[in-house]
């Protein structure tokens, strides 16, 4: 059991919009604790797609973009396309009485129809 | 260019130890936070250990706390994560990561990662 929650899988077509939800607690995003994204395509390592919560690295498009409210936050892909397919993860930093700790999702499985 | 390559995996017996390395070139090794994430086969990302740009603080997932260790060498540029005690839960994929800044944040240069085994 992850410590932020994410949908399992999404869908779309292509050209269309999708949301992924990561939803934390107050020890974590509601803490204020920023939240990155992470696209991982099958066979292959993990790669920064948003950085403190809305930043896009260089080279990734603007068709991609985050958000935090609260206690979650949001991953939004816009004109979806084939190469969009992989696997998402959202992360932040959670501190409670128990320690410090980098805590991901679980991970969304995201399939271009 | 900036890189980080993680070497030192392998098939390994349960109980037994490990030490991973992760060299990294390309950058100020020194001024960056570093992790160790892992993947077991067909899972998600797990989060195993973090350390501070100096190594005055390290942070651990409870399944591995008191098991690993992760360190860094400065002079070297390079990071570790010796493990021991190891168990067939233990069996992923081992990616390191550099952190965008000194202490804990997002990790934004990835490795290929090195894959661990725990099998008899």
């Known amino acids: 059991q992850s410590v932020l929650t994410q949908p399992p899988s999404v869908s779309g077509a292509p050209g269309q919009r999708v949301t992924i939800s990561c939803t934390g607690s107050?020890?974590?995003?509601?803490?204020?604790?920023?939240v990155h994204w992470y696209k991982q395509v099958p066979g292959a390592a993990p790669k920064l797609l948003i950085y403190?919560?809305?930043i896009r690295p260089s080279g990734v498009p603007d068709r991609f973009s985050g958000s935090r409210s609260g206690a979650s936050a949001s991953l939004a892909i816009t004109g979806l396309q084939a190469e969009d397919e992989a696997d998402y993860y959202c992360?932040?930093?959670?501190?409670?009485?128990?320690?410090?700790?980098?805590?991901f999702g679980g991970g969304t499985k995201l399939t271009v129809l | 260019q900036v890189q980080v390559i993680e070497s030192g995996g392998g098939v390994v017996q349960p109980g037994r130890s490990l030490r991973l390395s992760c060299a990294a070139s390309g950058f100020t090794f020194s001024g960056h936070a570093m992790h160790w994430v892992r993947q077991a086969p067909g899972k998600g990302l797990e989060w195993v250990a973090s350390?501070?740009?100096?190594?005055?603080?390290?942070y651990y997932g409870d399944p591995v706390k008191g098991r690993f260790t992760i360190s860094r060498d400065n002079s070297k540029n390079t990071l570790y994560l010796q493990m021991n005690s190891l168990r067939a839960e233990d069996t992923a994929i081992y990616y390191c990561?550099?952190?965008?800044?000194?202490?804990?944040?997002?990790?934004?240069?990835w490795g290929q990662g090195t894959t661990v085994t725990v099998s008899s």
């Open positions: 350390i501070w740009y100096d190594g005055t603080n390290t």
């Open positions: 992360q932040s930093f959670d501190s409670s009485l128990s320690g410090n700790s980098v805590v």
């Open positions: 990561a550099r952190d965008l800044g000194r202490v804990i944040t997002g990790m934004d240069v």
């Open positions: 107050s020890s974590n995003i509601g803490a204020r604790y920023d």
């Open positions: 403190t919560n809305t």
